[in-house]
């Protein structure tokens, strides 16, 4: 066993170098003492505000800058080691005061938490650039509301039917609403995920399409026969196979945004009270699949049908127990009754 090595402090020798040292250097001891820190000024919210903006994702960027535009109004001038703990807090309470006051609102928490999550990045891009210590934080010692269970949860058959009925028989474009339902039932894909596709995220032969989606994740999902040949026809049909870039489109060729899910769900509660008054989103798809195949497929593929990742806190069991795309396509195949390349 080895002993514990106890380092003793200057002897006398070391000492009195110590203050011949100084004497040359004209510095006494008080100065070393009462000498303040030579760390810059902090830079104020508005200058460094712009700084992180840039060097965030474009999903951080979109989410946090509403928030990061609200605390330059307030503290602008202001330099990053000013605010406390307390003046954390106090702003979210005021942000969750003022919130609008929505069907599906939950007395704004989301608000209060999304803001104290976007002075978390801010002041972490601060610690890392050495502008404050780590023990100078103080988006770090504010806490986050209690994040309350989701509302979501999957639909029965009966409710996903009237849906793709009300899709494709209403509206100014169902070819491509339904496509989208389509794809977000068989996918269980997220928003961000389907916007993302391109014509060459398409592999025909194994019917799997490449899925980008939040946190930088990158995965091959499969999909059914039809579901591929229609994603096909609509890459020829509305210019992304000319121009390579992103595969949902208009009939003019102009590439989708959110906002076609916003109208599309908004048509869809006008024709069916129950979407409106349960603030149905295409998210709630994603629950809706996912819970079918967990209840038939066990928890491993659903995880990974889910594409979430190991990082969770999960037990590393998943790790040597996460199904295989293999598993996946089997899972759709049973959903959909089609076959699949990869169960062949």
């Known amino acids: ?76 001038d202001r330099r990053l080691n000013e605010p406390t703990p307390l003046e954390i807090k106090q702003l979210a309470e005021k942000i969750r005061s003022q919130v609008v006051v929505r069907r599906n609102a939950r007395g704004g928490r989301g608000a209060a938490e999304h803001l104290i999550a976007a002075l978390r990045c801010l002041y972490n891009h601060a610690v890392d650039d050495g502008v404050i210590s780590e023990a100078d934080n103080p988006a770090k010692k504010a806490p986050k509301p209690r994040r309350l269970p989701s509302t979501r949860r999957g639909l029965p058959d009966s409710r ?12 100014n474009d169902p070819v491509l609403d339904t496509l989208i339902l389509r794809l977000h039932t068989e996918t269980a894909c997220r928003r961000g995920g389907a916007l993302a596709l391109t014509p060459r995220d398409l592999d025909p032969d194994q019917c799997l399409i490449l899925l980008h989606e939040k946190g930088g994740t990158v995965r091959w999902q499969p999909v059914s026969p039809t579901l591929m040949t229609h994603l096909r026809d609509h890459t020829e049909q509305r210019g992304a196979a000319a121009s390579g870039g992103q595969l949902l489109r208009y009939t003019n060729g102009d590439p989708i945004t959110t906002r076609r899910y916003d109208h599309l769900f908004t048509r869809l509660g006008n024709h069916l009270p129950w979407v409106a008054t349960q603030q149905i989103s295409i998210h709630w798809l994603r629950h809706t699949t996912l819970t079918w195949v967990e209840r038939n497929f066990g928890y491993a593929v659903a995880r990974a049908f889910a594409g979430h990742t190991n990082n969770n806190g999960d037990s590393a069991t998943t790790t040597y127990t996460r199904a295989s795309i293999h598993e996946i396509a089997s899972a759709l195949t049973a959903l959909t009754g089609e076959p699949h390349p990869l169960t062949t």
């Not at 996903?160 to 509206?171: P, Q, R, S």
Request: overall charge negative; some cysteine.
């Open 1 to 76: 066993m080895t002993e514990n090595t106890i380092t003793p402090g200057a002897g006398p020798e070391e000492i009195e170098a110590a203050r011949v040292l100084l004497a040359r250097l004209g510095v006494c001891p008080d100065d070393l003492v009462n000498t303040p820190s030579t760390r810059p000024p902090a830079p104020t919210f508005t200058e460094y505000i712009p700084q992180v903006s840039d060097a965030v994702s474009t999903g951080t960027r979109r989410v946090y800058s509403t928030y990061w535009k609200r605390v330059a109004t307030e503290w602008g």
């Open 160 to 171: 996903l039917e009237e849906i793709n009925h009300v899709a494709a028989t209403t509206g």
